[in-house]
DNA sequence: CTCAAAATGTGATCTGTGTCACATTTATTA
DNA sequence: TAATAAATGTGACACAGATCACATTTTGAG
């Protein structure tokens, strides 16, 4: 979608309908200066954003829709570390801790994204403690729940893990016990590290069993009460 | 050990040997106030620092020793995080997300930490944009460190992830390939998600293939690109 | 609409690693 | 220094889940 030199003009982040948190506290000089070094763009379902290995130049903002953020492993297998949704940073992880990016990002729909130049976003974060200080919240909410996932999935039956991640994507992600399952079976099993087969098995005893309801990708938790249990107790 | 009162009145952070990158940045005003606000301690080996679920009411920065961190599962079994050695801070991962600390933090052999309040912690970081940015930096680093252990945990076997701990161990942490071991089998057992035995067997194996030189508390890496390798392929 | 390619489902094996059971060594306490 | 507890080593065995092989369904291109 081409904009106009008058669209182009107009975008400004101070009235941006998908402002994160952390940009509504920035004053009206940081606003400006936020909007002259941002570019909306959008990007098709399938794309990679951010490609791992890469210098890391800009900070992605995810105004829309979601991502999926993985590494290919040595034997060429995908690891997804976490699904992404809207009004998320992509890159966070990678910014301070290095130069390069360590892990890709791929649409798993059309989105809407803001890329940030890093210089500006740095300078934002020291010239304003309480950016600083939300994007310290953003990153500590994300990490406690994929630690917490790392942690459940280390010492737990497949099972386990499958209950766990679809009370993952229930609570965090789609903020829904129905939702649109934009993941395939086989990234379903790489988001907890088991095999596609296992993930297909789990899925029919589990549809069977009245737990869940689901259809190629829309996906519905029944038994609330009893995924608690077996995500705790394998 | 007990201090005099001159003792008290004399420490200030802006002379500690130990002192954090992070504190480094500040100014004299908020030296005086991290000074008057944070108290100085010792912790025996073994002792419990800081217990998962508690409220979140001080930061304490470990100034000499190393802690581990961990959580105990619904099964009884003991999950460690990481290792962390001087000049870290301890609780940073559920600070920023949350109230309650998620986690505990033992001391694996007598340490020299400080408390800091968590109130004038989240002032410094709200009112000196560089200091939030280097625990910004170093939160990001550690993030790194721990998410890519985590990954090549999920899809590795046993050889691969114990290789995997010990380069970890040696780069990251005791800094040298040879270090003095503080942790147990069953903890390096419980870093990795294996079992006790599993351990043995490997460090039985390591050390006849000529790998490692271990006692029971000192380890040394002899092979570091054998190691290297089988960290990747398994 | 047709056909090829991709995704998914399902049964039959095979294997890595946990578990159990016990021996041995090291640490701790009296 | 003996006695007890804790940590570690080691073999035998079981089984959860990967892998393989193939059937079936869905998707997408022309």
Do not use: P
Not at 92 to 102: A, C, Q, W
Not at 141 to 169: H, V
Not at 198 to 204: N, P
């Amino acid at each position: 979608m081409l904009k106009t030199f008058d669209d182009l003009n107009k975008s400004s982040c101070s009235d941006c309908v998908d402002m994160s948190c952390a940009v509504s506290l920035l004053n009206k000089a940081q606003y400006n200066l936020l909007s002259d070094n941002s570019l909306e763009s959008e990007i098709k379902k399938g794309e990679i954003i951010i490609r791992s290995d890469s210098l890391i130049s800009n900070i992605v903002y995810l105004k829309t829709g979601f991502v999926k953020e993985f590494v290919i492993g040595q034997d060429k297998e995908m690891r997804i570390i976490q699904i992404l949704k809207n009004h998320s940073y992509l890159g966070l992880h990678s910014l301070f801790g290095d130069k390069i990016n360590h892990y890709s990002y791929a649409a798993l729909e059309d989105l809407k994204v803001c890329y940030i130049d890093i210089n500006i976003f740095k300078q934002l974060i020291k010239s304003n403690g309480s950016f600083a200080y939300q994007i310290l919240k953003d990153i500590g909410k994300e990490n406690i729940y994929n630690y917490y996932r790392f942690i459940a999935n280390s010492k737990n039956n497949i099972d386990g893990r499958f209950a766990n991640i679809l009370l993952y994507l229930s609570e965090r992600i789609y903020e829904n016990t129905k939702f649109n399952l934009q993941l395939s079976r086989q990234e379903l099993a790489d988001l907890i590290g088991i095999s596609r087969e296992s993930t297909t098995r789990i899925i029919t005893k589990f549809k069977k069993d009245g737990i869940i309801n689901v259809t190629r990708n829309s996906m519905e938790l029944i038994k609330l009460d009893l995924l608690q249990k077996i995500s705790k107790n394998g």
